[in-house]
C-alpha cells in the first residue's frame, strides 16, 4: 500500500527520511529513489537511543546525501528536530500538518490516516523539493514564549469570568456584564477594591471610607459613593456567603499570579526580541509590536 507511494517519484541516490513526532515514539520511514522503501517503518523512542537508532540507520544505508522531513506537530517535532539539525547540518525540512494532509489526499489516501501513511506523505514533499530549513534557536524560544504567553492570556480570561460568576453570587447584580450599565473591571483599582472589600466583608455592603482604603490606585470618593450605593440595592448575600468569599479570595490571589506570570513572559519576549532579527521591525517608526 503505503510502500508503492513513496517509490515512484524519489530522487536517485538521495535518502529521504520521513519523521511522524509522537508523544513516546516516532514514527520512522527512509526511502530511497533507486531502492524505495529500505527496510520496515521503525517506531523510536523520543530519547537520545532513538536519536543513535536513526544516525546508524541512515549511516547504514550508504547514502551520501540525505533530506530529513519531519512533521511539525505543536512541540513534539522541537528535540528531535534540533539535535538533527546538530548532527545532520541543512538536511532538516519541516512541514506542517496541513500540508501533510494535502500529501496525503494527492497520494489518494485522505481518508485514512496513520503514522506509515503521514510518512510517506512527507517523502513526497520532500522528493518535491518542499519543506521549510530548522529555525534558528533564538527563533524557537521566541516562539514558545509567544505560545507560553497565549495560553496564559487564555487562562487570564477564564479566571475574570470566574470572578465575576463569583462576585455576583456573593453580592447579587453587583457586577453587571458589558453592555448592561457600569462594568465593573476587575484589574483596575475600583474593581480591586470591589474585590478586596467582598472578601473581607463576606459579601455585605462596604461604606465609601472601607472602598477607598481598600484601593491600590485612586479611586475619587464619586467613584466609591456609586459603587457604595450600587451595593446597598443589591439582595443581601447567601447563606454560605463566608464559604464563598473564601473561594473569591483564593481566586483573586490566582489572577494576581496569572497577572505576575504574564508580565514576566512579557519580558522574557522583550529580551528574545532584541536578540532576533524581528527586533529591526519593531524599531521602526509606526511599528508596534503586536501581542499574542
Same mark, same amino acid.
Given at each position: 500500500?503505503?510502500?508503492?507511494?513513496?517509490?515512484?517519484?524519489?530522487?536517485?541516490?538521495?535518502?529521504?527520511?520521513?519523521?511522524?513526532?509522537?508523544?513516546?515514539?516516532?514514527?520512522?520511514?527512509?526511502?530511497?529513489?533507486?531502492?524505495?522503501?529500505?527496510?520496515?517503518?521503525?517506531?523510536?523512542?523520543?530519547?537520545?537511543?532513538?536519536?543513535?537508532?536513526?544516525?546508524?540507520?541512515?549511516?547504514?544505508?550508504?547514502?551520501?546525501?540525505?533530506?530529513?522531513?519531519?512533521?511539525?506537530?505543536?512541540?513534539?517535532?522541537?528535540?528531535?528536530?534540533?539535535?538533527?539539525?546538530?548532527?545532520?547540518?541543512?538536511?532538516?525540512?519541516?512541514?506542517?500538518?496541513?500540508?501533510?494532509?494535502?500529501?496525503?489526499?494527492?497520494?489518494?489516501?485522505?481518508?485514512?490516516?496513520?503514522?506509515?501513511?503521514?510518512?510517506?506523505?512527507?517523502?513526497?514533499?520532500?522528493?518535491?523539493? !518542499?519543506? =521549510? #530549513?530548522?529555525? &534558528?534557536?533564538? @527563533?524557537? /524560544?521566541? *516562539?514558545? +514564549?509567544? $505560545?507560553?504567553? %497565549?495560553?496564559?492570556?487564555?487562562?487570564?480570561?477564564?479566571?475574570?469570568?470566574?470572578?465575576?460568576?463569583?462576585?455576583?453570587?456573593?453580592?447579587?447584580?453587583?457586577?453587571?456584564?458589558?453592555?448592561?450599565?457600569?462594568?465593573?473591571?476587575?484589574?483596575?483599582?475600583?474593581?480591586?477594591?470591589?474585590?478586596?472589600?467582598?472578601?473581607?466583608?463576606?459579601?455585605?455592603?462596604?461604606?465609601?471610607?472601607?472602598?477607598?482604603?481598600?484601593?491600590?490606585?485612586?479611586?475619587?470618593?464619586?467613584?466609591?459613593?456609586?459603587?457604595?450605593? !450600587?451595593? =446597598? #440595592?443589591?439582595? &443581601?448575600?447567601? @447563606?454560605? /456567603?463566608? *464559604?464563598? +468569599?473564601? $473561594?473569591?479570595? %483564593?481566586?483573586?490571589?490566582?489572577?494576581?499570579?496569572?497577572?505576575?506570570?504574564?508580565?514576566?513572559?512579557?519580558?522574557?519576549?522583550?529580551?528574545?526580541?532584541?536578540?532576533?532579527?524581528?527586533?529591526?521591525?519593531?524599531?521602526?517608526?509606526?511599528?508596534?509590536?503586536?501581542?499574542?
Amino acid at each position: 500500500m503505503f510502500v508503492d507511494l513513496v517509490s515512484a517519484e524519489l530522487p536517485a541516490k538521495t535518502l529521504v527520511v520521513a519523521i511522524d513526532p509522537g508523544k513516546v515514539s516516532n514514527r520512522v520511514l527512509l526511502a530511497t529513489g533507486e531502492q524505495g522503501l529500505i527496510g520496515e517503518p521503525v517506531s523510536l523512542p523520543v530519547q537520545r537511543e532513538g536519536i543513535d537508532r536513526l544516525c546508524e540507520l541512515i549511516y547504514a544505508s550508504g547514502a551520501t546525501e540525505s533530506v530529513i522531513a519531519v512533521e511539525a506537530t505543536g512541540s513534539l517535532h522541537l528535540a528531535w528536530a534540533a539535535e538533527l539539525e546538530r548532527r545532520f547540518p541543512g538536511s532538516l525540512r519541516l512541514f506542517a500538518p496541513s500540508e501533510t494532509t494535502a500529501a496525503r489526499t494527492q497520494l489518494g489516501s485522505r481518508r485514512f490516516k496513520d503514522d506509515d501513511r503521514d510518512c510517506a506523505a512527507l517523502v513526497s514533499l520532500a522528493r518535491q523539493g !518542499r519543506g =521549510r #530549513a530548522h529555525r &534558528p534557536g533564538i @527563533l524557537e /524560544a521566541l *516562539l514558545d +514564549a509567544v $505560545r507560553h504567553r %497565549r495560553r496564559l492570556i487564555s487562562q487570564r480570561k477564564v479566571a475574570r469570568q470566574h470572578l465575576h460568576h463569583q462576585l455576583n453570587a456573593l453580592c447579587p447584580g453587583l457586577s453587571a456584564p458589558s453592555g448592561h450599565g457600569r462594568a465593573l473591571a476587575l484589574e483596575t483599582p475600583t474593581g480591586r477594591a470591589v474585590l478586596a472589600c467582598a472578601v473581607d466583608l463576606r459579601g455585605r455592603a462596604p461604606s465609601v471610607r472601607s472602598l477607598i482604603a481598600r484601593a491600590p490606585g485612586r479611586l475619587t470618593k464619586a467613584n466609591a459613593s456609586w459603587w457604595a450605593r !450600587r451595593w =446597598r #440595592a443589591c439582595l &443581601p448575600p447567601p @447563606l454560605d /456567603a463566608e *464559604l464563598r +468569599a473564601e $473561594r473569591l479570595g %483564593r481566586d483573586v490571589k490566582r489572577l494576581e499570579a496569572l497577572k505576575a506570570d504574564v508580565g514576566a513572559v512579557e519580558a522574557q519576549i522583550a529580551a528574545l526580541l532584541a536578540e532576533s532579527p524581528g527586533q529591526v521591525l519593531t524599531t521602526l517608526p509606526g511599528v508596534a509590536a503586536t501581542r499574542a
